[in-house]
Nanobody, 120 residues
């Protein structure tokens, strides 16, 4: 079992920044990569960014490329999502997830989610 706990969400004005954290515990060695996903009201959950635990290779969804940065701290088993130049369309519940594959994500575990609200 792997437990994922997100933090760092909140309310921010358009153009502002937030940093999300995802702390992993449990059998984390079974995870190959980590990703951030988001789900806006009435919409499907969508991929935002991903990172390999080994080597730190990253991938991003087109809408966030150049604005969001995913990073990881292997010693702390923590993944971060730095979100800059936030837009109202970034408003969503953000989830972190662990994957057993890369670059195609096969989700093993989800976090509980953290709300990000961007006011215009």
């Amino acid at each position: 079992q792997v437990q994922l706990v997100e933090s760092g969400g909140g309310l921010v004005q358009a153009g502002g920044s937030l940093r999300l954290s995802c702390a992993a515990s449990g059998r984390t060695f079974s995870s190959y990569a980590m990703g951030w996903f988001r789900q806006a009201p009435g919409a499907q959950r969508e991929f935002v960014a991903g990172i390999r635990w080994s080597g730190g290779t990253t991938i991003y969804a087109y809408p966030v490329k150049g604005r969001f940065t995913i990073s990881r701290d292997n010693a702390k088993n923590t993944v971060y999502l730095q979100m800059n130049s936030l837009k109202s369309e970034d408003t969503a519940v953000y989830y972190c997830a662990s994957s057993s594959t890369w670059p195609r994500f096969e989700i093993e575990y989800w976090g509980q989610g953290t709300q990000v609200t961007v006011s215009s």
